[in-house]
């Protein structure tokens, strides 16, 4: 089994920044992509960036600019750098991941809350 556990999150004025941490642990598995979600209350869940093989990168048009999504060589943890944050950013962010192109979402992790004031 692989377990998810995101980090990172918290309370921060307009404006500044946080980033959130992704850690994968059980099992070795490669993952085929990583991505980070979010969900704001009475909202359906989002992807908010991703990454395929370490490298390919994909952001939402809301994030674009603002948000960094990254990997470590290992593959084994997954970063999110979120600069300028405002708050329609308020958000549980979750990370994710695939095993392969045509796998769903497989595993999931707990969820991080990013609360950011005005």
């Known amino acids: 089994q692989v377990q998810l556990v995101e980090s990172g999150g918290g309370l921060v004025q307009a404006g500044g920044s946080l980033r959130l941490s992704c850690a994968a642990s059980?099992?070795?598995?490669?993952?085929?992509?990583m991505g980070w979600f979010r969900q704001a209350p009475g909202e359906e869940r989002e992807l908010v960036a991703d990454?395929?093989?370490?490298?390919?990168?994909n952001y939402a048009d809301s994030v674009n600019g603002r948000f960094t999504v990254s990997q470590d060589s290992a593959e084994s943890t997954v970063y999110l750098q979120m600069n300028n944050l405002k708050p329609e950013d308020t958000a549980v962010y979750y990370c994710?991941?695939?095993?392969?192109?045509?796998?769903?979402?497989?595993?999931w992790g707990q969820g991080t809350q990013v609360t950011v004031a005005s």
């Open positions: 990454i395929i093989g370490g490298g390919r990168t």
């Open positions: 059980g099992r070795p598995f490669h993952s085929y992509a």
């Open positions: 994710a991941a695939r095993l392969s192109a045509f796998d769903m979402w497989t595993y």
